[in-house]
């Protein structure tokens, strides 16, 4: 739609276009330079801290018991700052209030509370609770592919812009942790899983717009066919030798890519099927009929709880994660798909929230690579020691303290890094904008305001796409001295 107002490929026209960016009063050359001189700081400091000394060996904080208490702690807050939001109408303010299912508060409170588990996962070392972290790395993957296929199945947004926004929203952060701290960047193995994630999503999309406006089939025909294409690209590259591509990188590349070859593509297959399932969340839980409601409630929650149980009780409980990794991602969809059951198994859930939860769900992306030079440091090997005494054989209430000192310096760096990126992103996609001369694209705002649409795509749901590769996550496999676990 930008074709007809962008402009020729002319030097004159392109210094021009530098200069107008140049002298921007918002999202300029000022705007970025400024974010770069603040990014440095945020540099210096997680150098500092991922060099710090006095410190002592992870493995020797090995605390179930710390686990569980931070996880309590955080339950005490999640109850405490609970938020309901009555459902409301759709975006044109007619006809019933629409129950939606993973609206963006939820979405980031999903994020959040994952995100809290697995930093003290890495933290305390609490090695039995490994294929459930591994789901919930997954379930990140899950979600670039299912928030970037309803933003682009509903936006149809395959520009230039839109690329270079989400590029840099994933990996513009963690590339300069990885050359400014000279780690390699499998150690942030999620940021090139969602990246992949993201592109492929985008391109199979592109491919299924094309097959329905340019081949004129049906919206099922053209989503199907591109899906299929999609899977049929996945299962000759992960199922065939073809996978061993991956090791001209490294072996966790290659661990970490088969982890989750499928978890994006299964987030897009959600995606396609969730108009369907917004007609059922509003069949089930609207405000027509207070019977069919509570039975929907009853059958929702139940089902949801027999796919968790599944597969804890088939997989999930395996104690060698060498037995468990090959299947998982065949499997981990289960406890996924039986998560958002429960969690939205009435109209009162879909409409609450926990915003501490939430908070840290905006924030992912951040406190994921921050954790391994902050939090903990030598690049996620060592426990930093502040307070003196809050060694290995130091007193539980030292440690803890300590833990909480370094955790709010690392949360606040987390904090800044993450308006730094975002002031980075929207100064560069102007300046693409200039470049190329388009004059209007759906980039116009990297943080839209959420509506209260239901089974559609909302405002806050785009932005969810933003967020979502956010990819955030972090898991773990002692497969060299160098993985994290």
């Not at 109850?79 to 209030?97: D, E, L, Q, V, Y």
């Not at 919206?219 to 199907?224: A, E, G, L, V």
Request: charged letters at 15%.
């Amino acid at each position: 739609k930008n074709a007809s107002k962008r402009r020729p490929f002319r030097p004159a026209i392109m210094v021009s276009a530098l200069k107008t960016w140049a002298t921007q009063e918002k999202n300029g050359l000022k705007d970025f330079a400024v974010a770069q001189c603040k990014v440095a700081v945020v540099l210096a400091v997680a150098h500092f801290g991922n060099t710090w000394e006095p410190s002592y060996p992870r493995n020797d904080n090995h605390n179930p018991s710390m686990f569980w208490l931070v996880n309590g702690l955080l339950a005490v807050a999640t109850f405490m700052t609970w938020t309901w939001k009555a459902s409301s109408a759709g975006r044109s303010g007619g006809g019933s209030p629409r129950v939606i299912m993973l609206g963006r508060e939820q979405t980031e409170e999903w994020k959040g509370w994952m995100q809290w588990a697995f930093i003290f996962y890495h933290y305390y070392r609490v090695y039995y609770v490994y294929n459930e972290i591994r789901v919930f790395v997954s379930a990140y993957v899950w979600m670039t592919g299912f928030g970037n296929f309803l933003y682009f199945d509903k936006k149809a947004d395959f520009s230039v812009e839109r690329f270079v926004s989400m590029i840099l929203r994933i990996n513009y952060f963690p590339l300069l942790l990885s050359l400014f701290l000279t780690v390699p960047l499998e150690l942030y193995y999620v940021v090139p899983l969602h990246t992949t994630g993201f592109v492929v999503t985008m391109i199979t999309c592109y491919l299924g717009y094309q097959m329905e406006h340019k081949l004129g089939w049906s919206y099922w025909k053209s989503r199907t066919f591109a899906m299929g294409m999609s899977l049929l690209a996945h299962v000759l590259f992960y199922e065939t030798p073809a996978v061993n591509f991956l090791l001209l990188f490294s072996k966790e590349y290659h661990f970490r890519f088969q982890s989750d070859k499928y978890s994006a593509w299964m987030g897009m297959a959600c995606g396609l099927l969730w108009g369907k399932i917004g007609e059922y969340m509003q069949w089930a839980h609207g405000f027509e009929n207070d019977q069919r409601r509570r039975i929907a409630s009853v059958v929702q929650f139940s089902v949801g709880v027999g796919l968790i149980a599944f597969w804890y009780c088939l997989f999930g409980h395996i104690q060698d994660k060498f037995a468990y990794n090959p299947v998982h991602p065949y499997v981990f969809v289960f406890a996924v798909i039986g998560f958002l059951l429960v969690r939205n198994s009435t109209r009162y859930l879909t409409e609450c929230h926990s915003s501490v939860l939430e908070f840290l769900g905006r924030h992912t992306l951040e406190t994921y690579v921050l954790q391994f030079h902050l939090f903990m440091s030598h690049n996620v090997q060592f426990i930093p020691i502040i307070i003196p005494g809050a060694d290995a054989n130091g007193s539980a209430t030292i440690r803890f303290c300590n833990m909480l000192l370094c955790g709010s310096v690392f949360l606040t760096m987390a904090v800044w890094a993450r308006k730094i990126t975002v002031a980075t992103q929207m100064s560069v996609v102007d300046l693409v904008k200039n470049l190329r001369g388009t004059v209007d694209t759906s980039i116009t705002a990297v943080v839209p305001q959420q509506t209260g649409e239901g089974n559609q795509l909302s405002d806050g749901k785009e932005e969810e796409v933003v967020e979502l590769t956010k990819l955030e996550g972090g898991m773990v496999n002692d497969i060299s001295s160098k993985s994290i676990d």
